[in-house]
């Protein structure tokens, strides 16, 4: 088997594509794309499913707590419906911060229940958290470690790392970051689109490749927590993670 038929045997055991990393407006206030827009492009770019990982972040502004957790949650029932109608599946994701810094952490494995408990830890600090909550079912991973302003954290404290991020507006310093990811002894490792701009074309530069398609959010932490997937890049570069 040369490597050609190699790749195109892996492509066949992984048939599934699901985007890790993807942002909805107005739920992330960065988010350039509706949830409706969000679903049309992946399923345009052929993938089964998606997750949708908006920030999440405590807030300051006096925005009561069950009020800013409907408003996350819309963006997310409005892609499920509109999903449901293309044959993309949607997974609920969040992006959380805590306020003791700007790093990012990708939850997969959540519901609004969990998302309570989160909100109400925010404010101290990701050790905190850590000690605080047990997540058995789910996984925490750091977000784009290598972007500027991002701190080293204990690794520890995390399942895993994004090793490849595509956001076209930041160097989020992929090949460190997976140099890193190497040398801590992370298993886990994913790769995001990171999206939110409808017009920058990079919807879908990065997936996951799985041999099933989970059923929900905790389906989908249970598949990474196997390690039985692959990573691609760019629709065409298979990557062994």
């Keep these: 088997m040369n490597l ?15 985007e890790l990393h993807s942002h909805t407006s107005p739920a ?7 949830p409706e827009q969000v679903i049309f492009a992946y399923q345009k770019a052929g993938f089964d499913a998606i997750v949708i990982e908006n920030h999440f972040i405590y807030r300051t502004d006096g925005t009561d707590k069950n009020t800013y957790i409907d408003r996350f949650l ?17 997974y609920l994701g969040a992006e959380i911060r805590f306020t ?9 494995g959540v519901n609004r229940e969990l998302l ?13 958290f850590r000690k605080e909550i047990s997540m058995p079912d789910s996984l925490l991973v750091q977000a784009h470690p290598g972007r500027d302003g991002m701190e080293k954290v204990d690794p520890s404290l995390l399942d895993g790392v994004e090793i490849f991020n595509m956001h076209p507006n930041h160097n989020s310093r992929n090949g460190m970051t997976s140099n890193a990811a190497k040398k801590d002894g992370f ?27 989970p059923e929900d959010s905790y389906g989908l932490a249970a598949l990474l927590k196997s390690k039985n997937y692959l990573l691609e890049l760019a629709g065409q570069r298979i990557i062994l993670p």
């Design 4 to 18: 050609i038929e190699f790749k195109n045997s892996l492509m066949v055991a992984y048939p599934f594509r699901v």
């Design 28 to 34: 992330s206030s960065c988010g350039r794309a509706t």
């Design 74 to 90: 819309d963006d997310f029932y409005k892609a499920d419906e509109c999903g449901k109608k293309l044959g993309v599946k949607v």
């Design 100 to 108: 003791e810094n700007v790093n990012d952490y990708l939850v997969f």
């Design 116 to 128: 309570e408990v989160i909100y109400d830890l925010l404010p101290y600090g990701l050790a905190n």
């Design 187 to 213: 298993a886990i490792v994913t790769a995001g689109s990171d999206f939110h701009h409808p017009d920058k074309e990079h919807e879908g530069l990065a997936a996951l490749r799985a041999p099933i398609l």
